[in-house]
């Protein structure tokens, strides 16, 4: 009986709770930040970039080691209506991944190549927002980005020298979710999207039997950011 009672006091709390979050009416912040018509802000974030390998023979993969980078940048909002948003968020994203190779050496170091990379990222996005709840409101977003590799070494020496090559421009596409929150002074913004690459990242060796890329038909980047947005 009295497990039962507890039960039932449980379910009414969370439903009074649930009537507070979403149903009861509460005074709103920014109450008129939606209806302009182009906004601005900024972003600060992390990311975590990965590589997706496919190879010309089935052999052992190589291994990438992930770390955490960076993000910074600007956001351009343009309302389409009430549920849609045309964004623009061009930013600076910084990471660094670690590949381990498998194949016989009298050098160690050969087995390690360390991956710096640093994009002006460009993105052209499609939000697409809930009715807003209260003071906040929650979306998912999708679309195409383009980004310039300052650290590709693309024309530069290759594994021979100890130097991994990746290509300069990366074409990707974008998909992702979040939560706008109306606070007192401005729309702060949690958000999360994966990231994937559509064309092959690789620069390969100029020696023709490379154990480092001869074996690697396509290498595409993928990742994830976690990006907080203030406007």
């Not at 660094?96 to 996005?125: C, G, M, W």
């Not at 024309?155 to 130097?163: F, R, W």
């Not at 690459?197 to 994830?224: C, F, H, Y």
Request: proline share 3%; hydrophobic share 40%; with cysteine.
């Amino acid at each position: 009986m009295k497990r039962t009672g507890i039960i039932i006091l449980l379910l009414l709390i969370c439903n009074s709770a649930s009537a507070q979050l979403f149903t009861k009416e509460r005074v709103k912040n920014q109450e008129n930040f939606d209806k302009d018509l182009l906004t601005w802000g900024y972003f600060l974030g992390f990311n975590s970039y990965d590589f997706k390998f496919e190879y010309v023979e089935d052999l052992k993969d190589v291994m990438v080691q992930t770390t955490l980078g960076f993000n910074v940048g600007l956001i351009g909002d343009l309302r389409i209506n009430d549920y849609f948003n045309l964004r623009l968020e061009p930013g600076l994203y910084i990471s660094k991944r670690n590949l381990q190779y498998d194949f016989a050496t009298t050098n160690p170091s050969d087995l390690y190549r360390e991956v710096n990379s640093t994009y002006i990222h460009f993105p052209l996005l499609l939000k697409a927002s809930t009715k807003r709840i209260n003071n906040f409101k929650p979306f998912i977003v999708g679309g195409l980005s383009t980004a310039l590799n300052l650290s590709s070494n693309q024309d530069g020496d290759d594994n021979s020298a100890g130097k991994f090559r990746t290509k300069k421009s990366m074409l990707f596409y974008e998909v992702g979710f979040g939560i706008d929150f109306y606070l007192e002074w401005f729309k702060f913004t949690p958000s999360i999207r994966g990231v994937f690459a559509i064309n092959d990242e690789l620069v390969r060796d100029r020696e023709p039997n490379s154990p480092w890329t001869d074996n690697i038909a396509s290498m595409k980047t993928r990742g994830v950011f976690i990006n907080f947005t203030f406007q």
